[in-house]
């Protein structure tokens, strides 16, 4: 069993930066891959990024491709997103989430995840 617990959003100006975190209990976290998805009001949910569980490979969504970092601290328990050149449309709930066989269902695939936080709010304004 993994929980998961997300921290960092807020309000920011567009071309700000925020730094979301995700903690996570349960001892076998290095084994999981990792990944961050987002909701918009009245839009599907979307795949931001993700990592691997040795955090050797990451994965974006293009629109995020060059602003956004994901990255992991196994001995913390926590994966991070650090946001820049933030934008309009980046404005979402965003939520971490945590998976066994992310690498072999696809990483940007909800169903392979099994483990999922509240989210937390990011809202950027022009």
């Known amino acids: 069993q993994v929980q998961l617990v997300e921290s960092g959003g807020g309000l920011v100006q567009a071309g700000g930066s925020l730094r979301l975190s995700c903690a996570a209990s349960g001892r076998t976290f290095s084994t999981y891959g990792m990944g961050w998805f987002r909701q918009a009001p009245g839009k599907e949910r979307e795949f931001v990024a993700a990592?691997?569980?040795?955090?050797?490979?990451?994965y974006y969504v293009d629109s995020v491709k060059g602003r956004f970092t994901i990255s992991r601290g196994n001995a913390k328990n926590t994966v991070y997103l650090q946001m820049n050149s933030l934008k309009p449309e980046d404005t979402a709930v965003y939520s971490c989430?945590?998976?066994?066989?992310?690498?072999?269902?696809?990483?940007?695939?909800?169903?392979?995840?099994?483990?999922w936080g509240q989210g937390t709010q990011v809202t950027v304004s022009s």
């Open positions: 989430a945590a998976g066994l066989t992310v690498g072999l269902v696809g990483w940007s695939n909800e169903r392979a995840y099994d483990y």
């Open positions: 990592i691997s569980w040795s955090g050797g490979s990451t």
